[in-house]
C-alpha cells in the first residue's frame, strides 16, 4: 500500500502563490492512518505577477464539511491572521474522505484593477465589460468552492467523484489514489449541476523539491479534461467564471480540486526537504 506523508500547511502558500491560484483549501496531511488528526486550511495569499493592485474579496467565514463514506459531518473552523483552519479532527474510519469548504465574500474594488486582473486570468471580455463601466468603484462577490482528497488507511470508496451540489464543482472520474506514474486523470467541470464546455481548467502540480508546474487546459462537449500524472506531489485542479452585470457589479465563481500523488513507498516529510527550510 502506497504510504507517504505531505507536510504542506503555510509553506505552500509561497509555493503557489507565484503560480497565481488565488485561494485554495490544502491538508495537512494528504496519507493518513485510522486515528490520525485531520489538519486543513483555506489559504489566501497574494496574487501573481502584475496583480498587485487587485486583492480578493475577504471573509472571516467559511463552511466546512467532511465526506467520509455516505456520511457528511459539519467541522468546526478556527480563525487566524493568515488562515482559516480546520485543527486536530480525528479520522476514525479507512478509505478515501473528501473535505469540503464554500465561503462567500464582497467588496468594493477599484474598477481598472479589477479589469486588469480579469485580463490577465484570460477573461478579456469581461475586463473590458468592467472597463467600459461608468464607476470607479465596482461592487465584486466571490462565491468560492473548494475540495480536497485525502486517503486514510487505504484508497477505496468512491467520495473522488462526488457531486456536492455546489454551483461550480470539479469531481474526478478516477480514483487517484490507486494510479500510477503516466495514468490518465479525468476531471469533470459543473455549473449549476451541468457540464460545462468549452472552459479553461488550471492543473497545478507541486512537487516535492517545491517547483510548480502549470498547465492550461479546456474542457470538451461534455465538460472534461484529462491530463496525466507526469509527477509526485500536490495536484490543484481550479476554474473561474465571471459574470458582469449592467448595475456595476461582478459576481465570480472559484472552484478548486486537491489531492496528492506518490508513486514510491515514502516521500520527505518535512519542510525543509520540501524546500521551505526556514519553516522547518
Known amino acids: 500500500m502506497k504510504r507517504a506523508y505531505l507536510y504542506i500547511l503555510s509553506a505552500f502558500v509561497i509555493a503557489f502563490c507565484f503560480a497565481g491560484t488565488g485561494d485554495f483549501l490544502i491538508a495537512e496531511n494528504f496519507y493518513l492512518k485510522k486515528g490520525d488528526k485531520l489538519n486543513m486550511k483555506l489559504f489566501s495569499g497574494p496574487q501573481q505577477a502584475g496583480q498587485e493592485l487587485y486583492q480578493s474579496p475577504k471573509s472571516r467565514q467559511a463552511e466546512f464539511a467532511l465526506y467520509d ?3 457528511k459531518i ?3 473552523a478556527s480563525l487566524s491572521d493568515t488562515a482559516i483552519a480546520v485543527n486536530n479532527f480525528e ?3 479507512s478509505g478515501l474522505a473528501l473535505l469540503q469548504c464554500t465561503q462567500t465574500a464582497t467588496q468594493e474594488v477599484d474598477r481598472y484593477d479589477l479589469a486588469q486582473y480579469l485580463e490577465q486570468e484570460g477573461l478579456t471580455a469581461s475586463g473590458q465589460t468592467v472597463k467600459d463601466m461608468n464607476t470607479d468603484m465596482v461592487t465584486e ?3 468560492s468552492f473548494y475540495k480536497t482528497l485525502v486517503s486514510v488507511e487505504k484508497p477505496s470508496g468512491g467520495n473522488y467523484d462526488k457531486l456536492l451540489g455546489d454551483e461550480l464543482e470539479i469531481i474526478l472520474k478516477s480514483n487517484p489514489y490507486k494510479m500510477n506514474y503516466g495514468d490518465d486523470v479525468t476531471a469533470v467541470l459543473y ?3 451541468k457540464p460545462l464546455a468549452g472552459a479553461t481548467l488550471m492543473v497545478y502540480v507541486k512537487t ?4 510548480v508546474y502549470p498547465e492550461k487546459l479546456t474542457t470538451n462537449d461534455e465538460g472534461i479534461v484529462f491530463f496525466k500524472l507526469s509527477r509526485e506531489g500536490i495536484y490543484l485542479i481550479r476554474n473561474l467564471q465571471v459574470t458582469v452585470d449592467k448595475n456595476d457589479e461582478v459576481q465570480s465563481w472559484w472552484a478548486s480540486y486537491s489531492f496528492a500523488f506518490s508513486s514510491a513507498n515514502d516521500l520527505p516529510n518535512s ?5 521551505f527550510g526556514r519553516y522547518h
Open 69 to 71: 463514506g455516505s456520511k
Open 74 to 76: 459539519p467541522l468546526t
Open 141 to 143: 462577490t466571490r462565491h
Open 91 to 93: 479520522m476514525a474510519n
Open 271 to 275: 519542510y525543509k526537504e520540501f524546500g
Open 208 to 211: 516535492p523539491k517545491g517547483s
Open 191 to 193: 455549473q449549476k449541476g
